[in-house]
């Protein structure tokens, strides 16, 4: 088992930054990939960016990229999500997720609430 705790979420205006993290525990030796995923009211859980923990590539979806950079520290078992100018639309509960293949994300985060106010 994996456990992750996200944290860093708030209340900013829009063009603000705020960076999230994640810290992982338990069984982490086995993680292939990190992600982070957003879900705002009445939509669906939508993927922002991953990272493959031991290369260090990374992938974004076209809705944050140039805004948002995923980083990971190894030695802290800890992925971030720094996100700059900030929209309204940001606004959802940000999750991460931890993955031990390629393809599927077998444990996730409690989620932490980011509110962009305009």
């Known amino acids: 088992q994996v456990q992750l705790v996200e944290s860093g979420g708030g209340l900013v205006q829009a063009g603000a930054s705020l960076r999230l993290s994640c810290a992982a525990s338990?069984?982490?030796?086995?993680?292939?990939?990190m992600g982070w995923f957003r879900q705002a009211p009445g939509k669906e859980r939508e993927f922002l960016a991953a990272i493959i923990w031991s290369a260090g590539n990374t992938g974004y979806a076209d809705s944050v990229k140039g805004r948002f950079t995923i980083s990971r520290d190894k030695a802290k078992n800890t992925v971030y999500l720094q996100m700059n100018n900030l929209k309204p639309e940001d606004t959802a509960v940000y999750y991460c997720?931890?993955?031990?293949?390629?393809?599927?994300?077998?444990?996730w985060g409690q989620g932490t609430q980011v509110t962009v106010s305009s």
């Open positions: 997720g931890s993955s031990r293949s390629s393809g599927k994300y077998d444990y």
């Open positions: 338990g069984r982490t030796f086995s993680t292939y990939a």
